[in-house]
């Protein structure tokens, strides 16, 4: 179903066969933080299913990940949620030329850890253009004011992986989705932004938003 509304939109998966990854899109569910494989299983209420999808139209890439709740989910599910979601906006306010890659990844990391939440770090944003995956590595964490310098023109995909527990992960037996150690929720929200003479200017953004 997902390749066929990509493929309508005259795109194709970013995803599907990219170093063998078997799906069309990734879907993680609950403790699963990322490159969960589409399959037979059934949500069940208070669920919460992280949807990933990367496209190519035109010889470009983009790159867009939402959580959503399966029905009514526990209140600290909920805010974890909403604090991923802050941590993203927050991440993407940092994102002006002149600023530091590094304000980016402070951001995301304070706007989770102030609400109790852990971010992963073995997982990063990235550059994106005319490959799905390009420089510079967009970390989740780190201190201000380091690193490279932001510049006009640049295209990011900024994608805060928030923890309910410790940031630490494992990866599954399918060698592809990756689930916090601790077996607790996660949660992942992504836009693809660039960063324009006056800002960041949201790439990913539908709109119905």
């Not at 995803?15 to 990322?34: M, R």
């Not at 939440?117 to 964490?141: A, T, Y």
């Not at 006009?152 to 410790?166: C, F, K, Q, R, T």
């Amino acid at each position: 179903m997902a390749i066929i509304s990509i493929e309508k939109r005259g795109a194709t998966s970013a995803f599907k066969g990219y170093k063998g990854f078997p799906g069309s899109i990734c879907l993680s569910v609950n403790d699963e933080v990322v490159h969960g494989i589409p399959g037979s299983r059934r949500l069940k209420e208070g669920d919460i299913v992280g949807i990933d999808v990367g496209v190519k139209k035109a010889g470009f890439y983009g790159d867009i990940a939402v959580t959503c709740p399966v029905g009514s989910i526990e209140m600290e599910v909920e805010r974890l949620l909403e604090t991923t979601k802050k941590a993203l906006y927050a991440g993407i306010g940092k994102a002006v030329a002149g600023g530091y890659l590094s304000d980016i990844s402070y951001a995301i990391q304070n706007e989770s850890e102030k609400n109790g939440f852990s971010v992963v770090r073995d997982l990063m944003g990235h550059g994106i253009g005319s490959q799905l995956h390009e420089s510079p590595q967009v970390p989740n964490f780190g201190l201000p004011h380091r690193g490279p310098r932001l510049k006009y023109g640049m295209v990011l995909a900024i994608e805060p992986m928030v923890n309910a527990g410790s940031w630490e992960v494992a990866i599954k037996p399918d060698n592809w989705t990756i689930v916090t150690r601790d077996g607790k929720p996660s949660c992942h929200f992504e836009h693809t932004i660039l960063i324009t003479r006056n800002g960041a200017e949201i790439l990913t953004k539908r709109e119905s938003s």
